[in-house]
């Protein structure tokens, strides 16, 4: 699976950003995707995600009431829409692929091997 993100950039503290990201497989709906973020300096980060049988979403506490993860699987795409964005939001962007198949629970620990494929990331900037 080859993924590509897009919709980085700088914006103020407070304002909105939307990330894609586009996958090439046939079989997208049979994907588990995910957001992860890493800081400059910090280890790299569970941000959101999304099953892929009933499109239930999962969040990160410190992104949870912010950031909504959803999926277009006829357009083969996630798209993380990101609000109320905070300086400490500011991190490389990376859209994640889990094509195993696998049942995440309510209470599901997303880590990274989770997933199989990754993009190349998308830089967001948040300035105060």
């Known amino acids: 699976v080859q993924l590509q993100a897009s919709g980085g950039g700088l914006v103020q503290a407070g304002g909105s950003l939307r990330l894609s990201c586009a996958a090439s497989?046939?079989?997208?709906?049979?994907?588990?995707m995910g957001w992860f973020r890493q800081a400059p300096g910090k280890e790299r980060e569970f941000v959101a995600a999304i099953s892929w049988r009933s499109s239930t979403t999962y969040y990160a506490n410190s992104v949870k009431g912010r950031f909504t993860i959803s999926r277009d699987n006829a357009r083969n795409t996630v798209t993380l829409q990101m609000n109320s964005l905070k300086p400490e939001d500011t991190a490389v962007y990376s859209c994640?692929?889990?094509?195993?198949?696998?049942?995440?629970?309510?209470?599901?620990?997303?880590?990274?091997?989770?997933?199989?494929?990754w993009g190349q990331g998308t830089l967001v900037t948040v300035s105060s």
């Open positions: 497989v046939r079989t997208f709906s049979s994907y588990g």
């Open positions: 994640a692929a889990d094509g195993t198949g696998r049942y995440y629970s309510d209470s599901y620990y997303f880590r990274e091997t989770d997933f199989t494929s």
